[in-house]
């Protein structure tokens, strides 16, 4: 048991609660009652654990950087390993730590994580705040991140939310192509996509172990819970032009990730692999992304 703090946030039938002590997660979102994300265990959460469920942002990277370290502008940085994932680090650094709540309403809230220069090995300061705004069925969540370095900073960012595998699930999405391998096998070469979700109604998620990883993302997913009947959009930004989806060993959660970069991403723009584009951020300068999750068929 432990006193985390739970800011609850409701707009007509739904329903978000976040956890800023934790990582800046969200832990539950419903709609009518019908749990959207895995909901985490907040009744006995260790802060130093990770869990899967909820929602977190990925900040200033998504997924793996290879052998925890890349090259930017000829000079190679080395960050701290993550140990669940090591000699790799994983994720950037906003799910580990505490944010602060600077604004909250019924409906709304607006957080903050400050990063110091140096911390996880990471080189350069930033801030990111995470706005998080409930209208009746749908749910807004923003991400701006600003380099409060001297020094132009590399960054990716995105989302990764652990939706509830508690039905037959269909999916429908476009996207350019995918790449060739599972991201912890840090692929280097796309492929034209296998299992194509852009068909009208969609198609059924996999329910073994896999994870793939899209690129040239168009921006929208459906999600469609057959058995409830229950259907959702997610729209992404145009800087989310990545997507990974994820189902683990016994299906209990899938994940479907809008992102900025695909993985390793800092190292396949050195490497001039696919034409990987970076974003850099100069002294001062700020970018924002937003998602926006709405239900749009209800029973």
């Given amino acids: 048991m432990n006193n985390l703090k739970i800011i609850k946030l409701k707009n007509g039938n739904t329903r978000l609660n976040l956890l800023p002590d934790y990582g800046g997660k969200i832990s539950n979102l419903s709609f009518d009652g019908f749990e959207i994300f895995r909901p985490l265990p907040t009744d006995n959460i260790e802060l130093l654990k990770s869990y899967k469920g909820g929602n977190f942002a990925l900040v200033p990277f998504s997924n793996r950087i290879k052998n925890s370290q890349f090259m930017f502008k000829n000079k190679i940085y080395k960050l701290n390993k993550s140990n669940n994932v090591a000699p790799h680090t994983i994720h950037g650094h906003g799910y580990l730590y505490k ?6 309403s019924l409906n709304s809230v607006l957080i903050s994580y400050s990063h110091e220069n140096s911390e996880f090995g990471w080189p350069w300061a930033y801030d990111v705040k995470q706005e998080i705004i409930l209208d009746d069925y749908t749910c807004s969540i ?4 600003s380099n409060r370095s001297n020094s132009e900073m590399p960054f990716g960012f995105g989302f990764h939310p652990f939706f509830n595998f508690n039905d037959d699930i269909k ?3 476009d996207a350019d192509k995918e790449w060739l391998g599972f991201p912890e ?11 194509n979700f852009n068909i009208k109604n969609g198609k059924y998620l996999w329910k073994k172990e896999e994870t793939v990883s899209y690129e040239g993302f168009k921006g929208k997913v459906k999600i469609h819970w057959v058995n409830y009947n229950k259907k959702l959009i997610l729209q992404a930004d145009k800087i989310f032009n990545h997507l990974i989806v994820h189902v ?3 299906a209990n959660y899938f994940c479907v990730e809008p992102v900025s970069q695909p993985t390793d991403g800092f190292n396949l723009v050195h490497n001039r692999i696919e034409n990987i584009i970076n974003r850099n951020l100069k002294p001062g300068k700020s970018a924002t992304g937003m998602i926006k999750i709405k239900l749009i068929q209800k029973n």
């Avoid at 923003?142 to 991140?145: A, N, P, V, Y």
């Avoid at 096998?185 to 299992?195: E, H, L, R, S, Y």
């Fill in 142 to 145: 923003g991400l701006t991140i």
């Fill in 99 to 104: 944010w602060d709540v600077i604004e909250q």
């Fill in 185 to 195: 096998n840090f692929p280097t070469k796309t492929q034209p996509i296998k299992d």
């Fill in 171 to 173: 999916l429908e999405f």
């Fill in 248 to 250: 683990p060993e016994g």
